[in-house]
T-cell receptor, first 114, second 114 residues
Framework: NAGVTQTPKFQVLKTGQSMTLQCAQD?????MYWYRQDPGMGLRLIYY???????DKGEVPNGYNVSRLNKREFSLRLESAAPSQTSVYFC?????????????FGPGTRLLVL | QKEVEQNSGPLSVPEGAIASLNCTYS??????FFWYRQYSGKSPELIMS????GDKEDGRFTAQLNKASQYVSLLIRDSQPSDSATYLC??????????????FGQGTILTVHP
């Protein structure tokens, strides 16, 4: 039981390049999320998927796209990377249940855009 | 005004003392409240959740919620050097309950010195 996994762990891109961040969970959770974390900013929600087949924008979606490939996998794509997208990206999945919800985070992807 | 705001820190306490971390939120309809701990270079980990006014205790941790004052706090008793981390307050705003969308504060760095 690996929980939430993310690949790659670290990536360096040049401005304008594209890449896809991969996320998978083996906990059979319906909901999955992508966050970015910048110094002094906490975590900000980029996109989320409430269930397989649905995705929706979060707080900071500009410059990103997502795909909920199946119940396990939720990918984040940067079509044309910009230096402002230098950040640490976390994927999370959520248990559901009244007063029992928990979000489990992956180990993160550290992205540097030059 | 930020949606979720934490005392700026950093906070330094001696080993064995009580560490007090505070968080205010702006959306009066917020439903669910969480404290995450994040060690340097690691992903956030849920340590406490609270949904109704009052105190909730779990071991050395106590979460306190006051919805009238829009205030949530985390007390750590008998602080240990291993408690040194960034503590993130997170809130599910009104209307977001069914999707679990978290809004995070900027985090408070806690250092417990021997």
């Amino acid at each position: 039981n690996a929980g939430v996994t993310q690949t790659p762990k670290f990536q360096v891109l040049k401005t304008g390049q594209s890449m896809t961040l991969q996320c998978a969970q083996d906990m059979n959770h319906n909901s999955m999320y992508w966050y970015r974390q910048d110094p002094g900013m906490g975590l900000r929600l980029i996109y989320y998927s409430a269930s397989e087949g649905t995705t929706d924008k979060g707080e900071v979606p500009n410059g990103y796209n997502v795909s909920r490939l199946n119940k396990r996998e939720f990918s984040l794509r940067l079509e044309s990377a910009a230096p402002s997208q230098t950040s640490v990206y976390f994927c999370a999945s959520r248990t559901s249940g009244v007063y029992q919800e928990t979000q489990y985070f992956g180990p993160g992807t550290r992205l540097l855009v030059l | 005004q930020k949606e979720v705001e934490q005392n700026s820190g950093p906070l330094s306490v001696p080993e064995g003392a009580i560490a007090s971390l505070n968080c205010t939120y702006s959306d009066r309809g917020s439903q669910s409240f969480f404290w995450y701990r994040q060690y340097s270079g690691k992903s956030p980990e849920l340590i406490m959740s609270i949904y109704s006014n009052g105190d909730k205790e779990d071991g050395r941790f106590t979460a306190q919620l006051n919805k009238a004052s829009q205030y949530v706090s985390l007390l750590i008793r008998d602080s240990q050097p291993s408690d040194s981390a960034t503590y993130l307050c997170a809130v599910v705003r009104a209307g977001g309950t069914s999707y679990g969308k978290l809004t995070f504060g900027q985090g408070t760095i806690l250092t417990v010195h021997p």
